[in-house]
Antibody
């Protein structure tokens, strides 16, 4: 089955850290660019980071630059998001998404919820 | 960061045409994608490269772009099309989303 499954969400204190994982199956993971997108329940989508197929090119939104790190392990078909120096405004559901061949995301995970609170 | 502007809401009667716009600086030089999101579900890509429909998306959905404004058009809107719609700008350094438009079919 073609799918993305996120894990690693949970509660964290402001200033704390979490590491999210996204396991891919059913497609050629090492041929696909990947991204993380977050969404506060009931609100809009916010793109936060992207990585190309090899991991050699990474992009970050200004809101997370310097605090979050995207990476991938193609041997494990797994995408990661290391989140450090967490803030209350990072509270959201975090989704991983697969690049479609010609732009856009053609596969999304169901998301993992991150709550940052003291 | 790059910003895209969408109307917060659009209403349409069943069978009529719904039009959702998305505007941003220099959007004309980027590709635009569109997503449909229903409550409790992940987004679904309904348009890429401004006007291309992924397989499985009904042909009542179409996309266009003129200057710095992209438009998603739904002809013969059905009640099942009621959802939030998000545009996304896409180029080598851009992946930003618009704020979303709630489409109400009534």
């Amino acid at each position: 089955e073609v799918q993305l499954v996120e894990s690693g969400g949970g509660m964290a204190r402001p200033g704390g850290s979490l590491r999210l994982s996204c396991v891919a199956s059913g497609f050629t993971f090492d041929g696909s660019g990947m991204s993380w997108v977050r969404q506060v329940p009931g609100r809009g989508l916010e793109w936060i980071s992207a990585i190309n197929w090899s991991g050699g090119s990474r992009l970050y939104a200004d809101s997370v630059k310097g605090r979050f790190t995207i990476s991938r392990d193609n041997a494990k078909s797994t995408l990661y998001l290391q989140m450090d120096s967490l803030r209350g405004e990072d509270t959201a559901s975090y989704h991983c998404a697969k690049d479609a061949l010609y732009g856009g995301y053609d596969l999304w995970g169901q998301g993992t919820l991150v709550t940052v609170s003291s | 960061s790059y910003e895209l502007t969408q109307p917060p809401s659009v209403s349409v009667s069943p069978g009529q045409t719904a039009t959702i716009t998305c505007s941003g600086d220099n959007l004309g030089a980027k590709y635009c994608c569109w997503y449909q999101q229903k409550p409790g579900q992940s987004p679904v890509l309904v348009m890429y490269q401004n006007s291309e429909r992924p397989s499985g998306i009904p042909d009542r959905f179409s996309g266009s772009k003129s200057g710095n404004t992209a438009t998603l058009t739904i002809r013969g809107t059905q009640t099942m099309d009621e959802a939030d719609y998000f545009c996304q700008a896409w180029d080598i350094n851009t992946r930003s989303f618009g704020g979303g438009t709630k489409l109400t079919v009534l």
